[in-house]
């Protein structure tokens, strides 16, 4: 297990790397960092001094060795906009993406899971037929369109919710702007979460589906019946845990998805997160934050992947067998 | 003495977009207590139907169109789904072919075996979880109380078998349907499983349905066999006689299609021409005629019943003398040498 944890730990690692070394890039090959931070009237020799300060005329690899050990430590250079740090700028802005993204995820979780597992139990009621019909809607329909409709109808002609902006939020040690503690800031939650998660919840229902339908037809639920089990026991027991690999995996992998695309959702909401700052920073050629996000983002996918790695092993204990002899 | 299970006139339907097939025609048969009746009969002839359908799991949409089932006198095909339940695992146990794929691999062999056994008796987990571990000793798994933690895949095929039985077995049931339970196992540990099985269910009192293409293993384990051709019951007797003097022609083709180990070993085996029919396409009258060396006249017309048949009995004119009369003189000759015990008195036979 622990073997196991350190080997995926590794792979990890390399993958950050990479990353780092394409963020690396875009500074060297996307326009003169010079150029960006000073004016046009700015003398040459004011110039060569910057780039002196800035350290781009030592060699590639310490430059890279430079940018890799201040991004460890999440700095990641000052903003050409704003001229500000990146890495606060990030850090206000990454608890709106964040919550808006967990909420996404947990709403479809929560949703997609039941309904996955009602419609693969009784595929032939009509409540099942109906559920698979609007999933495909759910699917096919592109996300903006959703949030759009969604203002739309509940914002405009209902004017139940708010159509954009976080609300009300509450700052939790200095560190963390969070609106899920205020009224405001929970209702405007809703739509961006449903709009982000609405993919999710019925890519999420259909495999939960798909997977009850295979697991039902084993032998060892043949088995279960014969041996008399409750349908409870079965169902729940039996058959929805042997389906929780795949959901796992699969949720996990999506739970980035979900954090990278909040980009169109925060767009279409104004949703002051991490995608609406990125999406500015592409417009105005802003580098530092462009290579930031893009760390950040494969960061996170990093993180969520070793950590359902591990969670399978929870799961299943096949894999902890085949991970020690592996490992 | 009421039989532990006693299946008369059963009838199994499937529906299908190309019609309904009749996946078992008019098939009665008895087990008594402690008995053990042996299923045999081609792949596709209807003995794992008929095993689905007196546990009350047939895989819709097929369906007992016909007939009755009897668990120790009390009717139970017509049960609701919830008493049905409760039959299955404490009343009648099933074991399947497959012993890999019989347990569910995410859960520890332990609590498999406490659940099932809570499902069906009032206990503590404690006292579940002990008698679970006393199962596992009498399927002969070693350091029982240590396995009880493990998973599936930690034993080999054969001790996986043996938890699967002790699974069918925790609730004692009266009747114990085992369907093909040595095919996917090793031929060095068949003979065990078998012989284990024979003797806990002896210990028991329990009845078995054994489901088995092995002629071999129906012949030391069986006290009866009953052979089934195109979901129809060929024959069915005393294993001694349904082996040595077999009385249906197809019981007699199947057996002299087995290798044996006094017979030369040059000698090519019999095989029965032709194949059995698909469900679809069963000729009229007798399932067996086309590839019937002794048909005559009814064969091709009439459904042959049942007729009493030597010690047992067999679906066969040849057994019916008011039919065997008659057959050409030639044919009734050829099923006397072939031991068919005729029932019309030889004079007439040579006639
Ligand atoms: N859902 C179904 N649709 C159509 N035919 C079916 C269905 N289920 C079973 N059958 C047919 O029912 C017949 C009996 O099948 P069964 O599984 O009982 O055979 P078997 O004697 O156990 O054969 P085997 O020795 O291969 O296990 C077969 O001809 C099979 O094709
Ligand atoms: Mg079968």
């Known amino acids: ?327 | 003495m009421t039989p532990a299970l006693s299946v008369r006139n059963l009838r199994i339907e499937i529906p299908t977009r190309r019609g309904v097939l009749t996946a078992i025609d008019d098939l009665s048969f008895d087990i008594a207590p402690g008995e053990v009746l042996g299923m045999v009969g081609e792949s596709g002839a209807g003995k794992s139907i008929t095993g689905s359908a007196v546990i009350g799991l047939l895989e819709p949409p097929g369906r007992v169109a016909g007939g009755e089932i009897h668990l120790a006198g009390e009717r139970i095909d017509h049960l609701p789904p919830e008493r049905m339940r409760h039959i299955r695992g404490k009343r009648i146990g099933m074991i399947f072919q497959d012993p890999l794929t019989s347990l569910n691999p995410l859960y520890r062999i332990g609590d498999q075996l406490v659940e099932t056994i809570m499902t069906h008796q009032r206990m503590t987990t404690a006292e579940a979880r002990d008698k679970a571990q006393r199962l596992l000793e009498e399927v002969g798994i070693p350091a029982a109380k240590t396995r009880l933690s493990s998973y599936p895949h930690q034993f080999s095929g054969g001790m996986r078998q043996r938890v699967v039985i002790a699974l069918a077995l925790a609730a004692d049931p009266e009747l114990v349907i085992a369907d093909e339970p040595t095919t996917a196992l090793d031929v060095s540990v068949q003979a065990q499983i078998i012989a284990l099985l024979k003797r806990l269910c002896a210990e028991r009192g329990a009845a078995v349905m054994l489901i088995t293409h092995d002629m071999g293993v129906i012949a030391e384990t069986a006290d009866r066999v009953c052979v089934l051709y195109a979901g129809r019951l060929a024959e069915l007797g005393p294993v001694r006689d349904v082996v040595k003097h077999p009385q249906h022609p197809y019981t007699i083709g199947l057996m002299s299609a087995i290798p044996s180990l006094t017979g030369d070993p040059d000698e090519a085996l019999a095989q029965i021409p032709g194949s059995m029919p698909r469900l679809g396409a069963i000729p009229a009258g007798c399932a067996f005629n086309p590839r019937c060396g002794y048909r005559f006249d009814p064969c091709t017309v009439e459904r042959p019943p049942p007729y009493d048949a030597g010690a047992g009995e067999a679906a066969c004119f040849l057994h019916a003398p008011a039919f065997a009369r008659q057959a050409p003189a030639e044919t009734l000759r050829q099923a006397d040498a072939a031991g068919i015990q005729l029932s019309i008195p030889n004079g007439e036979a040579a006639r």
């Open chain 1, 1 to 327: 297990m622990i073997a196991f944890a350190i080997k995926r730990f590794v792979q990890a690692l390399g993958v950050m790397l990479v990353v780092a070394l394409i963020s690396f890039m875009m500074f060297r090959f996307v326009g003169d960092p010079v150029n960006q931070l000073v004016g046009v009237d700015t003398p040459p020799a004011e110039r060569a001094a910057l780039r002196e300060a800035l350290g781009l005329n030592d060699p590639v690899m310490l430059q890279f060795g430079r940018f890799v050990v201040k991004a460890a430590q999440f700095d990641f250079g000052i903003s050409y906009q704003f001229k500000q740090p990146v890495a606060s700028l990030i850090a206000s802005r990454l608890p709106a993406t964040l919550e808006l993204s967990f909420v996404s995820a947990l709403f479809a979780l929560a949703v997609g899971v039941p309904m996955g597992v009602y419609t693969g139990l009784y595929r032939n009621t009509l409540l099942a037929r109906g559920f698979l019909a609007v999933s495909l809607i759910g699917v096919s329909l592109p996300t903006f369109l959703i949030g759009i409709l969604l203002i739309f109808a509940v914002s405009v002609n209902l004017g139940w919710l708010p159509s954009f902006g976080r609300g009300e939020t509450v700052n939790l040690g200095g560190v963390w702007n969070t609106g899920l503690l205020t009224k405001s800031g929970l209702q405007s939650l809703i739509l961006p979460s449903i709009t982000l998660g609405l993919f999710q919840m019925t890519l999420i229902m259909r495999l939960v589906r798909g997977e009850m339908l295979e697991v039902l037809r084993t032998d060892y639920i043949k088995f279960a019946r014969a041996r008399g089990l409750s349908r409870r026991a079965i169902n729940f027991g039996h058959a929805l845990k042997n389906t929780l690999v795949p959901v796992i995996t699969i949720t996990g992998l999506q739970l980035g998805s979900i954090i990278a695309f909040a980009i169109i959702t925060e767009t279409v909401f104004q949703w002051p997160g991490m995608g609406l700052l990125f999406l500015q920073a592409v417009q105005n050629v802003d580098i530092p934050i462009m290579a930031a996000y893009l760390l950040l983002i494969a960061f996170l996918f990093v993180t969520i992947n070793f950590i359902v790695d591990l969670l399978y092993v929870a799961v299943d204990p096949r894999i902890r067998i085949g991970g020690r002899t592996a490992g």
